[in-house]
């Protein structure tokens, strides 16, 4: 931890302060993530496999970072060991992701279709296994959530190599639900919609013709910014969802329901 982190005091629902690992969390979503545990209490700590980026965004916010790309499996296994000895991860928040790969169905490149998998399907099963085996290892208990989209549900043409791997992390956190309710351990996802990342925002500035495209279809107006979703993320891992397992939850301004 770096000597800038707050110290830390109970988070709402939680006994204590708990120790956070997010994935991806050099990036937009990721950041903000890691701001609001914090603000609630918690210790945060980065891992991206960008290592610059992560080591430079770590401090500005008192969390730790790591580098870690996350299909390696060996190399997340060693993570988790290493965290373990130095007292443990208590929430894994699986935010790293691929958002950029697009193309038609009859377009895409297998390769492509491929490389998107292994970093959100793989990748977040990579996690998912390490965190699991810690936890039991450890007596149980703890909280996953996984950063899912309702892409995975609604289809937006060109964008299916990336919403079917959004599918997938719905169902991989059913199938890591039910497996690990036993040990205690809790697996939810947050589905966002179309977020403001400062990378989204740059790419569809407010009045263009792409802003103008997402935000039709969202019911209750603009896109999502990247402080809608942290707190869902911070609740599902709180014990104030405790009866709260395999669910999906989508913050999406209603688009789903268009
Ligand atoms: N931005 C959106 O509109 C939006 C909408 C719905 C869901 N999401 C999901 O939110 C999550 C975060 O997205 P974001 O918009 O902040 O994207 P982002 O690109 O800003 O951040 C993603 C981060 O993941 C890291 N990453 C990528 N591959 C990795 C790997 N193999 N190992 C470790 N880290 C890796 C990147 O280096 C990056 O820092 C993603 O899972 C994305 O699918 C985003």
Known sequence: MTSSAPTPTPSPGSAEPRTVLITGG?????????????????????????????????????????????????????????????GGVDVLVNNAGILSVHGAVTELEPDAYRSILEVNVIGTFNMIQAFARHRIAAGGGGAIVNISSIGGRQPTPGMGAYESSK???????????????????????????????????????EGSAAREAWSSRIPLGDLAKTTDIAPSVVFLASTDAGHITGVSLAVDGGQLLT
């Open 26 to 86: 050099a990036g937009g979503i990721g950041q903000s993530i890691a701001r609001a545990f914090i603000a609630a209490g918690d210790r945060a700590i980065l891992a991206d496999r960008d290592a610059a980026a992560v080591t430079a965004a770590a401090p500005e916010l008192g969390a730790e970072a790591l580098a870690l790309d996350i299909t390696d499996a060996a190399a997340v296994a060693a993570a988790l060991n290493d965290l373990a000895e130095r």
């Open 167 to 205: 599918a997938a992390v719905d169902s991989v956190t059913r199938w890591a639900a039910i497996e690990l309710a036993a040990h205690g351990i809790r697996v939810n996802a947050v589905a966002p919609g179309p977020v403001l990342t400062p990378m989204l925002e740059m790419g569809m500035p």
